[in-house]
């Protein structure tokens, strides 16, 4: 009986700190992230925000605000003035002219396409998928979990295959598309839940994503019907 009640204590001790870790240390993470985001954000403006305080007398942080709202206006104004014919034509002609002498400038570009869907091939201007890969073929029974980032016209696919526990590293397979199986109605944070998991809940999230697809088929059999 002496024994058990120190365990116990231990026991209940170590399930609260750890349990305090797990709510608050996230959080704080995130507050990290969003101070170190704002310090960047604010430097990198600094001399925009110095003329709207020396001239308006605005706060530092009102003056960066109206700046970081300006620069989301000027971005949508040039984006819409480059998706019109016109716009697009001009800007193809100061890229090939001009931008296009700047070392590394293409490379960039289609980085950033690739990073924020601008790119016709790339997975997220069409929404990101997920995907379940046979990279020994079809015919041998193993498969990894992965995402589509590429799609290329001669017939093959681009995915990123995570490693777990940590999915920011992983490994990059070109594979033929009939070795790939995608499921649009997945969510990409579920899998990585999976991964970080080392593969703990693969069978619920396949499951479900089996129904939906069984869903889907019924539904458009009905409408045929």
Known sequence: MTDTAPTRSRQFIR???LGGLVVLLPIAIVALFL???YGALSGAIKPLTTILTQSLGLPGPVADIV?????????FTVGHLVSTRMGGWAWSGLERRLM??????????????Q?????????????TEVARVWLYGREV?????????????????TVFVPTGPNP?????????????????HAG?????KTIIACGTGSERFFEDIERVERGKEQEAGNQKD
Do not use: K, Q
């Open 35 to 37: 101070n170190w985001l």
């Open 15 to 17: 399930r609260s700190m």
């Open 100 to 113: 296009g002498r700047l070392p590394g400038y293409f490379t960039l570009r289609d980085m950033v396409a």
């Open 188 to 192: 990409v944070d579920r899998m990585m």
């Open 67 to 75: 700046i970081l709202m300006l620069l989301i206006l000027v971005c």
């Open 115 to 127: 990073l924020l869907g601008g790119a016709r091939s790339s997975s997220l201007s069409r929404g």
């Open 141 to 157: 029974d193993v498969s990894v979990t992965a995402l589509v980032t590429a799609w290329h016209g001669d017939g093959r696919v």
């Open 168 to 184: 920011t590293s992983g490994f990059i397979y070109h594979v033929d598309a009939d070795l790939v199986e995608t499921y649009p």
